[in-house]
């Protein structure tokens, strides 16, 4: 009831009265009133004119799944969120809830994490109410030696979130950091359930980094938020809407191509290593190479001194 009350006000910049709510929701005057109290005690600024109706003021800055449901243009994604002050994990929460029942595009999303993860187990930091720690489940129709694909989907579907809601440009480091002038805002944790020839799920975690005015010692020099690098606070709520309108249309795409030739010339764009030396980190070397660009799988295509073009497919690049 609460989100479609908040939906209504938001669709309209003057009063809407309590009669019109009543008749669009078919709902008593004492439920629309509820809601009005339980979205002022969550943050919501709604005023109250007798004859007039209400009018919404202004919006807290809290991931409430509401305030996301209310902005979400999806089909699938978000569709079920489950939303939480605290949490482990989310990418923990997701496979916790996807073992009990899968449901396409279920979200978890904390406020806060207190075992936040990156990849092999190192510490994400995630601190309460300044960033988006989320993760969500799907079920491609694909063997499972292609889900890694869909980390390098969320990257591209991540950045163009991020411009479209605060301009800001961003860049990917393949395959799953986005990052602003070679410090990191974005990573992204995609992780699988699977048989040997078919996926049960995938789960793919988000950490950005959105209103942290600075940083703990060891991430300095590594990290920035969206306020840092641009300067104002931005509205975490928006960034999720958006990312998930994106997120579902690059990945409708790489289902039905079964690889990322749709996405390939667009994540390109964006990929900071392009045309410039990386290094291949392999155990205790580092091997300096090119990168060109990627392949229709999500593979770095790097070239040697010589010109002879390989693929990378795991490892790590750093720049
Ligand atoms: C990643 O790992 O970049 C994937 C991070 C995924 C986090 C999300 S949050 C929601 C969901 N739930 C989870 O538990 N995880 C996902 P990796 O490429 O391994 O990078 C990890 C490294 O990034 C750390 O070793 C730090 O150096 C650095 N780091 C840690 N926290 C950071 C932060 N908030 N911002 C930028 N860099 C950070």
Redo the contacts with the bound molecule.
């Keep these: 009831m609460r989100e479609h009350v908040l939906a209504m006000l938001k669709e309209s910049d003057d009063f809407v009265s309590g009669q019109e709510l009543c008749g669009k929701l078919s709902v008593s005057r004492t439920a629309i009133w509820k809601a009005i109290n339980s979205l002022k005690e969550a943050g919501y600024v709604i005023e109250a004119v007798r004859n007039r109706g209400y009018r919404l003021v202004s919006c807290p800055d809290v991931l409430l799944s509401d305030e996301i449901q209310s902005r979400l243009e999806t089909k699938w994604f978000g569709r079920k969120i489950s939303y939480f002050d605290v949490i482990d994990?989310?990418?923990?929460e997701i496979k916790r809830q996807a073992e009990k029942e899968f449901i396409p595009g279920m979200l978890a999303i904390a406020e806060k994490?207190t075992?936040?993860?990156?990849?092999?187990e190192?510490?994400?930091?995630?601190p309460a109410k300044t960033?988006i720690?989320?993760?969500f489940a799907v079920k491609p129709d694909l063997p499972p030696y292609k889900a890694s694909m869909i980390t390098l989907v969320t990257a591209l579907a991540v950045a163009k979130a991020i411009k479209d809601v605060t301009g800001l440009n961003t860049e990917i480091k393949w395959p799953?950091?986005i990052v602003i002038g070679s410090r990191?805002?974005v990573?992204?944790?995609t992780e699988m359930s699977a048989e040997m020839t078919t996926i049960n799920y995938v789960v793919i975690?988000?950490?950005i980094?959105v209103n942290m005015e600075s940083?703990p010692a060891e991430?300095e020099d590594?990290?920035t938020s969206l306020y840092i690098a641009g300067g104002t606070k931005v509205r975490r709520s928006s960034i999720v809407a958006k990312f998930g309108k994106y997120f579902e249309k690059y990945y409708e795409i790489f289902c039905k191509d079964g690889n990322l030739s749709g996405i390939k010339d667009e994540y390109e764009k964006l990929l900071v290593n392009r045309n410039k030396e990386v290094y291949i980190i392999e155990g205790d070397s580092r091997i300096k190479r090119v990168a060109i660009g990627i392949d229709t799988d999500g593979e770095l295509l790097v070239k040697d001194d010589n010109g002879n073009i390989e693929k990378i497919m795991a490892g790590e690049v750093s720049i």
Excluded: P
């Design positions: 994990s989310t990418n923990s994490q075992l936040g993860r990156g990849r092999k190192r510490h994400w930091e995630s960033g720690w989320m993760s799953n950091d990191k805002v990573g992204i944790l975690g988000i950490g980094n940083f991430l590594k990290a």
